[in-house]
């Protein structure tokens, strides 16, 4: 689509995050701790006066025209979609919209790629006089990957690109949504690495997981798995009890890492994130063998704590490492894995 000359348009642009420690545990009532990463989405809009939204991209296809009420396609302008018929809902916007994406976040790497997109072109939506906060930004998103797109994720991501500095981590109560942000210290540098190993939320795993976790609070007779405990998991089938151990264990670890950050331990910090892998892969089976074989490699190349980051299935590993090691630890790392991409 070429922009005219004389148009109007609204921009906003959103990072992508990665999730330090807290995993699967957003909808369990945890504590996360995900960070902004610099690669971002940049989203413009413009009113056409049409009843279609027209919406392209540089990175995906386009453009391609959607009624303004069409539903969800299993398109990647699905996420577009949804943030404009809740603008439209609220009275932020009329009419159709000429959308423009442009992306530099790696799809299907577990960087929230999707939650990025959408928060973006909520923010490009929002008008001047709107005195919505970016955290109710966030829990519209969530809403909008809820019900338009059909992933019934938490709110982990949302929060992390709506209120995410690259370089700050966010820790979140996933309860009441009150947060903090906490300056990562200089003395810890913390590596995204892409496997190049590509996932997607919406293949059903992701649901799949999610119902084991909250069919374990409904028979244990929690609120929130996070509060359960352990002397519970013998009642439980096996697979639930696994899923249940996770959500318990690192609900614990997480805010223990929260700690670790304020006091600057990163020592205690890396051994947390190393659990953190152990568990998904072992009881929440989340991992794959290519990301587990690239955690082993990154601590025993020195890294303090390696772990799988995101839903799992695939995608990114956050490595934390001293950093007076970084430039041989990178270099031995990609000697064993050519193909890995750092992400920063
Ligand atoms: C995805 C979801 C989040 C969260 C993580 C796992 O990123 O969108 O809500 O559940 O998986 O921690």
Redesign the pocket.
């Known amino acids: 689509m070429t922009r005219p000359q004389d148009a109007i348009w609204q921009s906003a642009t959103v990072p992508c995050r990665v999730?330090l420690i807290?995993?699967?545990?957003?909808?369990n009532g945890g504590t996360?701790l995900p960070m902004a990463l610099t690669p971002s989405v940049r989203v413009d809009i413009q009113s056409n006066q049409s009843q279609s939204d027209q919406v392209s991209s540089e990175q995906f296809d386009g453009p391609r025209a959607f009624g303004i009420d069409a539903p969800a396609t299993d398109h990647w302008s699905d996420y577009i979609r949804g943030a404009l018929q809740y603008a439209r809902k609220q009275e932020w916007i009329s009419a159709g919209q000429d959308v423009h994406v442009k992306s530099a976040i790696p799809v299907g790497a577990?960087l929230?790629s999707?939650?990025a997109i959408i928060v973006a072109a909520l923010k490009a939506a929002r008008p001047s006089f709107a005195t919505v906060t970016d955290a109710n930004l966030a829990l519209a998103a969530?809403e909008i990957?809820n019900r338009f797109i059909g992933?019934p994720?938490?709110?982990?991501?949302?929060m992390a690109v709506a209120l995410g500095k690259p370089g700050t981590a966010l820790a979140l109560d996933t309860r009441d949504c009150s947060y903090e942000l906490l300056d990562i210290p200089d003395s810890w540098s913390i590596v995204v690495a892409h496997s190049g190993l590509h996932r997607a939320?919406t293949d059903g795993r992701?649901r799949a997981r999610?119902d084991e976790c909250l069919e374990a609070a409904r028979q244990i007779g929690a609120a929130y798995l996070c509060d359960a405990s352990m002397d519970f998991l013998d009642a439980l089938d096996p697979i639930l009890a696994k899923r249940a151990r996770h959500v318990i264990s690192e609900g614990k670890r997480s805010k223990e890492a929260v700690a670790a950050l304020r006091s600057d331990d990163r020592a205690r910090f890396g051994q947390l994130m190393i659990e953190s892998h152990n568990s998904l892969r072992d009881d929440m089976d989340?991992s794959v063998p290519g990301i587990d074989q690239l955690v082993a490699h990154a601590i025993d190349l020195g890294a303090e704590g390696a772990r799988i980051t995101?839903?799992?299935f695939g995608g990114c590993v956050a490595a934390l490492i001293d950093p007076s090691i970084l430039a041989n630890w990178w270099t031995g790392l990609t000697a064993l894995h050519p193909t890995i991409k750092r992400i920063s």
């Open positions: 999730n807290g995993e699967w545990i957003d909808f996360v577990g929230s999707s939650a969530k990957e992933v994720c938490g709110i982990m991501d949302q939320l992701y999610r989340v995101g839903a799992g």
